[in-house]
Every structure is written in C-alpha cells, then in structure tokens.
C-alpha cells in the first residue's frame, strides 16, 4: 500500500513539475502577437515542435498568418478564453474582426498546437 501511495505522489509531482504554466502561456500570447504585428512569421515557427513543423509547412503558415493579418489588421489585443481539449484558447482582436488562437504547449516550451479559427 505504501508503494502505491509512493507511486502516485511520484507521478502527481512528476505532472506538476512539466506542466506548463499560465505564466509560460501568457508569454507565449505575447510573443506571438509582437511577432505577428511585425510580420516576423519565421520566428513564430521556429518555435513549433518538430511533430507540428511536419504538419504544417513554413510556406502553408506563413501565407495563412499575412492574410490574415492583410485582411484583418494588427493585432491590438488578447485575451484567455479557457482552456479546452486541444489547447488554451485565447480571444484575439484584431483591427477588423475577432480570431481565437489554440495552442499548446510541450514541457520543453515548444509549440505542439497552433490553430486560428474564426470566432
């Protein structure tokens, strides 16, 4: 019986200490929101994991990113929407009209997620 209860504190911990925070999330938003104000798409995904770089090509990325900043306009704010199954989603505002931005992140803070969606 203590073996067990050992086990499970261990993987309790173990879950606590990779799991990203808010803090780290809120960075994130941050960063992706300057980099896309500024159009410095190739920074954004260089921040993806490898998994989701396969998935997505830079050219698919960066073509969709500048259009929608093209017809949308800058970013000029964000906010946490909750957090869902893929991801934490964020409310973003653009010029124009409104995205939501899911992303997740992996315990070494790349980017395993990463999806803008229509709100």
């Known amino acids: 019986m203590k073996k067990m209860i050992c086990i ?5 911990v173990s879950q ?3 799991a990203q ?3 780290d999330y809120e960075k994130l938003v941050e960063k992706i929101t300057d980099l896309i104000n500024t159009k410095d798409i ?3 995904y260089d921040l993806f994991s490898e998994p ?10 960066e073509k969709s990113i500048l259009g929608y900043q093209e017809e949308l306009g800058k970013i000029t704010s964000t906010e946490f929407w909750m ?7 964020y ?3 653009f010029e124009q009209a409104s995205m939501v931005l899911i992303v997740k992140l ?3 803070n790349k980017i395993s997620v990463f999806n803008v969606e229509e709100y």
Not at 8 to 12: Q, V
């Open 8 to 12: 499970i504190l261990l993987l309790c």
């Open 16 to 18: 606590v200490s990779f």
């Open 21 to 23: 925070t808010d803090a």
């Open 42 to 44: 190739k920074s954004i």
């Open 52 to 61: 989701l770089k396969k998935e997505n090509s830079f050219e698919n990325f």
């Open 83 to 89: 957090e869902g199954e893929l991801g934490n989603c």
């Open 91 to 93: 409310l973003l505002e």
């Open 106 to 108: 992996l315990s070494d």
